[in-house]
């Protein structure tokens, strides 16, 4: 609304129009002067009229040619009002508010012009039914309007006006009442309310400023003039209107049609009025087209009645069937809402509510490595199986269980009065019955899980038990998969002592608690130093020092382990950095840095490792980072991730190397530089022949493919001989030196560099 108020446009209609009712009042008095006024005022309200309607033509295809309509009509009220408004500046004594011959013709060209608009743009009414409700009710407000029309042409308000100039003005009610009915009842119209309104008021209020008395048309009162200016403005407004509305996004759009209009009706009882007051008079001419009007629009409004009777009967019969879909779909609905919709079996929303009500025992079956199924067959493959899943599982359970499926590839049996050992022999079942191979794309594959078994017990509530189901099946993930593990108190106690070390873990970067210590790595054939792998550690304000092996698995499952990583680089960066600076001759000194997979996967991980080097001033060749196996197994992103390392220049070592499943495919796809002999292969080196089988075929795979080769555990002259007779360069143990706090590298890096040992 504030767009149309502030339209320059529409300022400037109204400013003419203001204009000419002060100009009406100077000219009291004035007839002629006023008649001027009228007719040079109407000009630029037509042209705005024909030019707004030619603007809208683009809009769209579909009211294109009623705007066309419009803006021709537009055009004949421009020139015909020109006409008349020279002739009344030219010729004074002839100016006149009825308009010439010439005038006239051109006003009813336009609107007939306008009456062929508004039978042009379609109705957007679809079915046979919709069409002839439709065209009743138009018909019965055209009938109304023409009875009302015919009675005022005949015998007009004003005896000396023309019967021309009535029918004219009774043609104008006629078009009006049309347009009204076409706004009202049509559902798709051709502009928004707020613009069709001032257009269809314009004819109206023009038609029955006629009806007014014959003194009031004969005096020459300026509001008499204002009325006749009146309409011109409303008809002039509404392509404006239309045009800002489409503009700030509020095209007509759809109008719903409403089963019964009041419009019709309301003219039927115009023409019933009309029909009364005729009644009494001499005019039979009148009295037979009112009669007419009322045997037309009684038979309209019978036919009206009639198709709004078989509205009702149909309502009460789709009533009836729709009541009746309506339970049917209550039941389905029911039924969906407890069902899952890929296997059938019950969801998680029926499984708690029969396990609120039920004491018993519950196995938690997650299978092992489903991820691997979508991943590399497709989610169709997946789903296959995991509907096979759901048939072996009914297959293994008593009549009276409950399989649910709670979602993904996660499972659980409800078993009612049972057991721990009965709830066990059925896990083993299930187990037996998933391990049997099965077909899926023409693969073979054998699916495994881990099962979690918990029983019911008194104080304890459904959440609770399901939760005891979880934590020991988690446990069964943790001793290997494919195994059952019944909940006890101590896995209990051991969860709830890993959440809350998990939560502490949340807080202890920003608290400081971490620190690195840095173990030596040494080339065997001179014993120097040449580099440190950094090692963390918790400095926990209660615990005290906590170890790795405790938190760090912890801290990869969390999440916690990108934060805490990401401080242990940029530290180890900062510290060889220092070292640099204070020993100038240890500018070679290389610092190896361990990341886990999910930092690795981590998005903007290279970016930090480029950032790391750049704060700190460190050289990329100084910098070793050192992956696991299994962070790197077929892990397309931690691949791309090692590349991009790679061409920052930074070394990369396959820790633990040996301890993995697919250790020489990946020799071929990641771009290490060194390989790092587990510690196992080290420790009974000299006592087991196939240790040090292990540890000689991982040094000539590291010769042959070019990568420096570092044996870690190293502790005894005996260990470092064997291993360097193997053909490794580097090692790394309690041999060379415990892990250091920072403040004592450089001193043993001073000792082990100036004094060879023999």
């Known amino acids: 609304m504030r767009a149309i108020r502030r339209d320059p446009v529409l300022l400037a209609l109204f400013a003419v129009t203001v204009a000419g009712f002060l100009l009406f009042g100077i000219f009291q008095g004035d007839r002629t002067r006023q008649i001027q006024v009228l007719w040079v005022a109407q000009v630029p309200m037509d042209a705005a009229l024909a030019y707004g309607a030619w603007r809208l033509r683009a809009l769209g295809a579909l009211y294109r040619r009623f ?72 018909t019965t407000v055209l009938v109304a309007g023409g009875v009302t029309a015919w009675c005022f042409a005949v015998n007009p308000v004003d005896a000396q006006l023309d019967r021309v100039t009535a029918s004219i003005t009774a043609a104008l009610v006629v078009v009006g009442g049309f347009s009204a009915t076409k706004v009202a009842l049509v559902p798709r119209p051709p502009m928004a309310r707020i613009a069709a309104w001032p257009m269809v008021a314009a004819p109206v209020v023009q038609g029955l ?135 059938g079996l019950a969801n998680r929303s029926r499984f708690n509510q029969e396990l609120a009500g039920t004491t018993g025992t519950v196995l938690l079956i997650d299978l092992d490595d489903f991820k691997t199924v979508n991943d590399t067959m497709g989610h169709a493959a997946g789903d296959a199986l995991l509907v096979e899943v759901a048939g072996r599982l009914c297959a293994a359970v008593r ?108 807080a202890a970067v920003e608290a400081g608690q971490f620190t690195l210590v840095y173990q030596p790595i040494v080339r065997l054939d001179d014993q120097r130093m040449t580099g440190v792998e950094a090692l963390i550690r918790w400095n926990h304000p209660t615990r005290g020092v906590v170890s790795p092996v405790d938190f760090i698995p ?108 697919s250790s020489l495919g990946l020799l071929l796809t990641v771009p290490v530089t060194t390989l790092k002999l587990d510690r196992s292969f080290v420790e009974s080196i000299t006592t087991v022949g196939r240790q040090a089988a292990v540890a000689t075929a991982v040094s000539q795979m590291a010769t042959a493919l070019d990568f420096s080769s570092v044996a870690e555990g190293i502790e005894t002259d005996e260990q470092r001989v064997l291993i360097q007779s193997l053909g490794y360069q580097y090692g790394q143990g309690y041999l060379f030196g415990r892990p250091l706090p920072p403040d004592e590298v450089g001193d043993r890096w001073a000792e082990m560099n100036t004094v060879r040992t023999d």
């Open 209 to 343: 400023a006629a009806f007014l008395p014959g003194p009031f048309q004969r005096h020459d009162h300026y509001y008499v003039f204002m009325v006749l200016l009146l309409p011109s403005l409303l008809i002039a407004i509404g392509p404006r209107i239309q045009e800002v509305t489409a503009r700030i996004g509020g095209a007509a759009g759809s109008v719903r049609r409403r089963p019964y209009s009041l419009l019709p009706y309301g003219m039927s009882a115009l023409t019933f009025v009309v029909f009364i007051l005729v009644l009494p008079g001499d005019a039979s001419t009148r009295l037979w087209g009112a009669t007419a009007g009322v045997v037309v629009i009684t038979a309209l409004v019978a036919g009206r009645q009639l198709i709004a009777f078989q509205d009702n009967v149909r309502l009460v019969g789709r009533l009836d069937v729709a009541v009746e879909r309506l339970v049917d779909q209550e039941t389905l609905l029911r039924e969906q809402a407890s069902t899952d919709g890929l296997t």
């Open 399 to 506: 009549d009276g269980d409950l399989v649910a499926r709670l979602g993904g590839d996660e499972f659980t049996v409800l078993l009612p009065d049972c057991d721990s050992a009965g709830a066990g022999r059925v896990a083993e079942d299930i187990l037996r019955r998933l391990a049997e191979p099965l077909t899926l794309d023409g693969r073979i594959i054998t699916t495994r899980a881990s099962i979690g078994v918990a029983g019911s017990r008194p104080g304890e509530g459904a959440s609770t038990l399901l939760g005891n189901a979880d934590i020991a099946m988690y446990e069964a993930k943790r001793r290997g998969r494919s195994t059952w593990v019944i909940y006890s108190d101590e896995m209990g106690a051991k969860i709830s002592a890993e959440a809350q070390l998990v939560r502490e873990l949340g």
């Open 554 to 661: 912890l801290a990869e499952r969390s999440g916690h382990i990108v934060a805490i990583g990401g401080w242990a680089l940029r530290e180890a960066c900062r510290q060889a950095a220092h070292w640099r600076s204070a020993f100038p001759a240890a500018e070679d000194l290389t610092v190896n840095v361990n990341v886990a997979g999910p930092q690795l996967r981590t998005a903007g991980f290279v970016d930090e490792v480029a950032a790391a080097l750049r704060d700190s001033g460190l050289p990329a060749s100084c910098l070793s980072i050192e992956v696991t196996e299994t962070a790197v197994l077929d892990d397309e992103e931690s691949a791309e991730a090692m590349l991009r390392l790679r061409g920052l220049g930074i070394r990369l070592a396959l820790d633990d190397f040996g301890t993995a499943a």
């Open 67 to 138: 705007w066309s309509a419009i803006a021709f009509a537009g055009c004949s009220f421009t020139a015909g009002d020109s006409f008349q408004a020279l002739s009344s500046l030219l010729a004074p004594e002839r100016a006149s508010t009825s308009g010439g011959t010439v005038q006239s013709a051109f006003f009813t060209i336009g609107m007939f012009s306008n009456v062929m608009a508004c039978m042009l743009f379609p109705q957007g009414l679809k079915t046979a039914r919709e069409k002839l409700v439709f065209w009743l009710d138009a």
